[in-house]
């Protein structure tokens, strides 16, 4: 644990007496006691269920796993999104543990914590149109035995984000030694690390990474649309040619041309490819003359791929995070602020609050080392 108090999860848990180990959708529980260990119980979960970390007290065996929301697209068909579930056992009796509830929120799973009886999780969720108002996030909790979604009130969009993509963070609370449903959340924006202490919750984004993923989709567009050296407008005979050196470029991956690691792929750098006129290996008749000097490109991509993102801008980019700080009151969890941050940070031990005080250590790319 990172912090005294605050629980996190893990694929093996002990309470002193017991050992709870998760295998994929199997959880052991094993008895260890004076040197010597005895499987006592295997509790199997539904199939598509598997677990992805435990958390367990004096009364409680809490698995969190990946699951689907299969929601009705018509009269005749349905369809699935992804959603983390959250089944809670009674221990209370060894001899005869229990499912005592079963709470799945939407979203794929980002992280989660527990404070005595209160429990936390933090999911992302992808928007989907398929139908009207099916863009909203659902949850299912057994306290009601229905399956909800959230109503618009309850999605804030926080200042600054619009550098994510359009996901939706979600932020539930439950309190599992009551009888009221767990509460969600959302935040437009997304989440990938989260700290946790007894009075705030911060999660942070790394808007990097997905500026990163901007950039692979565009030196993909460059690549596709630049012109390949000694290749003419007209020029058949060298087609097949032409053919071998993509694939020899695509088995190599990206050409070394262009400082890549700063995001620069080098095509705006690089000199028009020159023609020479008496290679080519074509039909003069069925040529076209062409003048060395230009290059054959299709304008329509690389105007899209310049508009879409320069390097300058993708350097800028890879050096920032969204910061999201939450109050927490039991199974009450409040949006605070939220803010963009220098860098990138490294994990959750990046983070610490002293005093009332947040402290960050996050590291910033620089172009050209």
Known sequence: MQVEGIDEGDIVKTDGEYIYRAVNNLIYIVKATDGEMEQVKTITLKENDYVIELYVDDERLIAVCNNYFYLPYDEKASYDRPGTEILVYDLKDKENITL?????????????????????????????????????????????????????????????????????????????????????????????????????????????????????????????????????????????AAEEDIAEETEEGIPDEGDTESGNSGAEDSEPAETDPDEGGSDDSESEEVDPDESVTNDTDEREVDEQISADDTIEDLNESMLYAFDIAGAEVTARANCSLPGRILNQFSMDEYNGVLRIATTECKSNG
């Open 100 to 240: 005592s509830r079963e709470i799945t929120q939407e979203g794929n799973y980002v992280s989660a914590r527990k404070v005595e009886d209160c429990f936390y999780l933090i999911t992302c969720q992808y928007p989907y149109y398929i139908m009207e108002d099916q863009d909203l996030p659902v949850y299912r909790d057994s306290v009601t035995g229905e399956t909800t979604s959230l109503s618009y009130d309850q999605i804030y969009y926080p200042a600054g984000t619009e550098s994510l993509p359009p996901n939706q963070l979600l932020v539930g609370a439950v309190d599992l030694a009551a009888s009221d449903p767990i509460a969600i959340s959302s935040y437009m924006g997304a989440g990938e690390t989260v700290y946790m202490n007894e009075d705030s919750l911060y999660i942070v984004a790394d808007t990097g990474y997905w500026g990163g993923v901007i950039l692979e989709d565009s030196i993909a567009i460059a690549e596709e649309s630049a012109p390949e050296e000694g290749v003419t407008e007209g020029s058949e005979g060298d087609e097949s």
